[in-house]
């Protein structure tokens, strides 16, 4: 099986260009113009290399290594900018990026970095990560097992509540519309979704976890504060 590799980009010019480039390697690609999509996508398949562009608008790409390197640590990574910054670089550096590269740079050597990054072994050493967390809430969450659990305690909760509590706490701090939770954990039918259901799942989530991080954002959707 060729090796599977996820490329989030939300200029879809270049992404198009740099997908058939790659797909043209023998490689097998899966494109993602935001980094919400990647995220719940992420979740659910195993891939050898994100290529990620840095500036995007839902959340940049260094944040989103960082909350994919939660789920898999081992994750060989790139992270593309059109506009090459030291102070980002280091940024990529600190969470173990393996490259950090200008999109100036000719397809024929992004190809070579691409080719010999997934060549490299990885470091099995390091031991993949299936918890969530969070510290204000007490709360963890094994998603390989599906558990979760409240000041150590397992809390049984409804496949909705789980995933809406998932979405959360990958996305700490990030304004998500109703639209974009309805996309993510309601993408079979999400035309004839009534959002105010969204609203009552996150209600019943409340209070069976006696959550105060959910916070409402006025017109928009909801956040995770903390």
Not at 3 to 22: F, G, N
Not at 177 to 190: F, G, H, P, V
Not at 208 to 226: D, P
Request: glycine residues 4%; proline residues 1%; contains cysteine.
């Amino acid at each position: 099986m060729g090796k599977r590799i996820m490329l989030v980009e939300d200029d879809e010019k270049y992404a198009e260009k740099l997908k058939q480039a790659i797909i043209r390697e023998g490689y097998e690609v899966s494109y993602f113009s935001t980094p919400i999509k990647a995220v719940a996508d992420f979740t659910k398949n195993n891939y050898d290399l994100v290529i990620s562009d840095f500036c995007m608008k839902d959340m940049d790409g260094v944040k989103l290594l960082t909350i994919l390197k939660e789920i898999n640590p081992c994750i060989r990574s790139i992270i593309l900018t059109a506009f090459p910054e030291e102070e980002v670089e280091m940024e990529a550096i600190d969470i173990n990026v393996d490259h950090y590269l200008s999109k100036d740079k000719s397809l024929t050597i992004m190809l070579k970095y691409i080719q010999y990054l997934l060549k490299r072994e990885v470091n099995t050493g390091v031991t993949a990560s299936y918890r969530l967390s969070s510290s204000i809430e007490q709360i963890t969450i094994d998603t390989k097992k599906r558990v979760v659990e409240k000041e150590n305690e397992v809390v049984s909760l409804t496949k909705k509540e789980y995933d809406l509590l998932v979405l959360f706490l990958k996305n700490k701090g990030t304004a998500l519309s109703r639209e974009d939770i309805a996309e993510q954990l309601w993408s079979n039918d999400i035309e004839n979704i009534d959002l105010r259901v969204i609203d009552g799942h996150i209600k019943r989530l409340r209070s069976k976890l006696s959550l105060f991080s959910i916070s409402s954002v006025r017109g928009y959707g909801y956040k995770w504060s903390e």
